[in-house]
């Protein structure tokens, strides 16, 4: 009974940690929408939370560190320990035979996960140059997209319908250029393009440049 009561009482405090965490990268995604990074303290998070701000420090350790999982909550819709390439969207585009297909599914995807995370994302690229703890969880970010771009990159190699001669490294570039969030920012929210019209145009960019 003592080993049942035992492992109960752990699952119990790791739903409770998580419930806590989910409240501290909830409370500093709404305050950093209002108030920006620089104005919002770690004290206020805390508060929102309704945690101490050692609670929060203790979590994340920095404030910075805090804006990187607000952005890996956002960009994965919720906040499962389910990396997003291993989600069922992202299988089914791994399973499609098509390549132009795949790009097509890959894209209307990605354009979702960016509407969601454009703000913390400009948050953490702009704020960068005022503060200099956003420079190494850019400095992440770009570092992870890169790898995606890569293995998604490599993916499409292998299906064997890219066109002939194109190597890794100019689809991965290719990939990398197109599908930058600074591509969104300027069709979607600058231009005014729907999400659909830009997805739409991404993906036909992206097939006619590496098909």
């Not at 950093?32 to 104005?39: A, E, T």
């Not at 960009?75 to 989600?87: K, L, M, N, S, T």
């Not at 993916?155 to 591509?183: F, K, P």
């Amino acid at each position: 009974m003592t080993e049942v009561k035992r492992r109960y009482d752990a699952s119990r405090r790791r739903e409770q940690a998580r419930a806590r965490r989910h409240a501290m990268v909830t409370a500093a995604r709404e305050l950093f929408d209002r108030d920006g990074f620089r104005s919002t303290t770690v004290a206020a998070i805390a508060e929102r939370a309704g945690v101490s701000a050692e609670s929060v420090y203790k979590a994340f350790g920095t404030k910075a560190a805090l804006a990187k999982a607000v952005f890996d909550v956002v960009i994965a819709g919720d906040d499962e320990e389910i990396p997003v390439y291993q989600r069922p969207e992202q299988q089914a585009m791994l399973a499609e035979p098509d390549v132009r297909r795949k790009i097509e599914m890959f894209v209307h995807g990605l354009a979702q996960r960016q509407a969601r995370s454009a703000g913390v994302q400009f948050l953490i690229r702009d704020g960068r140059h005022v503060d200099d703890s956003l420079v190494p969880v850019w400095d992440k970010l770009a570092e992870e997209g890169l790898v995606g771009m890569t293995m998604l990159g490599r993916h499409l190699l292998e299906t064997g319908q890219l066109r002939d001669g194109i190597d890794l490294d100019e689809v991965r570039d290719v990939l990398w250029n197109y599908l930058a969030i600074d591509t969104y920012e300027r069709l979607v929210l600058a231009r005014g393009w729907s999400q659909q019209r830009y997805a739409d145009w991404v993906a036909r960019a992206i097939i006619a440049a590496i098909t």
